[in-house]
């Protein structure tokens, strides 16, 4: 939704597929006129939720070697030859992860919080589908994967203002995913997860390396575990009311 600055640049480097499906949730901007620069193939679905959004997109795939990106993402050209030599191969396995780095507020982010970041991102859809809890979505696959040499290029948030708004979102849905998972909320999740978080960024992931990006990145990861159980507090007590 809403990717018009940003889904050129995904699609383009998607250019050696024998088939682009775009799925668009409502936007407003002319991302899907962006789209159809590069596919006819472009489907108005409203949002259904991360998993069921990225599953209905892919149940409309043809082939089934698929490669599935965010409009923020983009394979770099290494990356690319990488996908195309591995897919051939007699002895493919099930899937690849591949190497995703972040770019924001002027820095890849190469240590802390976002790296490293493996993602599962190129797979037989025979055997794979989404998984995981809205937000965090995650591929599961029957089946052996391998890693891949090449960057999965990855631009997030365009400034800090739509990393906070994001961070609200994603915390208040998170919440409702371990509310209706059965997750309680405790008092100890709340005063000692994002300290522990923070902890695990910015010294153990050496987030440090990244200089103030990094300190931000890090604080910023620390204040969305705060307020995804926060809420959960705020939903248990709703409940109760």
């Known amino acids: 939704m809403n990717e018009a600055d940003r889904i050129g640049r995904c699609l383009e480097s998607l250019s050696f597929c024998d088939e682009l499906v775009v799925v668009d949730s409502g936007s407003s901007d ?18 259904l939720g991360y998993v069921k959004q990225k599953n209905f997109a892919l149940e409309r795939a043809s082939h089934d070697w698929v490669v599935c990106l965010d409009a923020d993402e983009a394979l770099s050209p290494e990356l690319r ?34 790296y490293p970041d493996w993602q599962l991102r190129v797979f037989r859809r025979s055997r794979g589908h989404w998984a995981g809890m809205d937000p965090h979505d995650r591929v599961e696959l029957d089946g052996p994967v391998e890693k891949l040499r090449g960057r999965l290029w990855h631009w997030n948030y365009r400034n800090l203002s739509e990393h906070i708004q994001t ?26 997860r994002p300290p522990g978080r923070f902890f695990k960024g910015y010294v153990l992931r050496q987030g440090y390396r990244n200089g103030l990006p990094g300190f931000i990145v890090c604080a910023a990861t620390a204040y969305y575990v705060f307020m995804k159980y926060a809420k959960l507090w705020e939903l248990e007590r709703a409940a109760k009311r």
């Open 167 to 192: 961070t609200d979102r994603f915390s208040a849905r998170m919440a409702r995913s371990m509310q209706e998972s059965g997750v309680r909320f405790r008092v100890s999740d709340l005063l000692l």
């Open 81 to 114: 030859e990488a996908v195309l030599a591995a897919i051939v191969r007699p002895n493919a396995p099930a899937g690849f992860e591949l190497d995703r780095i972040t770019y924001y507020l002027g820095v890849w982010h190469d240590h802390g919080e976002w």
């Open 30 to 47: 002319g991302t899907r006129e962006v789209a159809r620069r590069f596919t006819e193939r472009v489907i108005e679905q409203p949002f």
